[in-house]
């Protein structure tokens, strides 16, 4: 999460950028749904799944404001043990992995989103993300090795341009 996230959710609201309290509960909001999102996830991946889905369905499909009774009916809706999902969320073991996600995602260069990182390329030793990566047909090129020649002469030749400008080795 960064400031140009809650910066593009002010402009998608027509929030003047300069109203510091609507910037600070943005960021509490944005901040507090994927500590929600984390919890969710300890109950099964499928289930962290499901939640975020239907969150985002609350939020982006029916234009709901996020919330703690929102966060509450998308446990349910999602068979959540609400309980446990209640507590998760405001643990010092979610908080803790969340920002380890964060340290991930910061010595991935992973800075605007979509950003895939695919690791154990066939015949490649090293990591590729791919910023923007919005392609499926780009992926399935990535995954089935056939811009393999591509990466590793971007590898040999990072100073030079390539064709992929999005493309990282990491």
Known sequence: MNLQTVS??????NIPLNDLQARNQIFNNIYQ??????AASFQGKR????????LQEQIVDFE???????????????NLDCAMFSDDRHSSFTINSF?????????????????????????????VSFTGC???????QLCTGQL??????KHKASA???????????
């Not at 289930?47 to 239907?54: A, F, I």
């Not at 709901?64 to 999602?78: F, G, K, T």
């Open 99 to 127: 920002k380890q996600d964060q340290k991930m995602a910061a010595e991935m260069n992973v800075r605007e989103h979509p950003t895939v990182v695919v690791y154990n390329l066939d015949g490649v030793d090293y990591g």
């Open 33 to 38: 749904a994927s500590l929600d999102y984390k």
């Open 47 to 54: 289930c962290g799944r499901n939640y975020l889905l239907k």
């Open 8 to 13: 593009s959710v002010m402009r998608r609201k």
């Open 148 to 153: 393999n020649e591509d990466i590793v002469l």
């Open 160 to 170: 030079k341009k390539h064709h992929y400008t999005s493309l990282h080795i990491l």
């Open 134 to 140: 919005d392609s499926y047909e780009l992926l399935k």
């Open 64 to 78: 709901n404001e996020y919330s703690e009774d929102i966060a509450q009916r998308v446990a349910h809706a999602s």
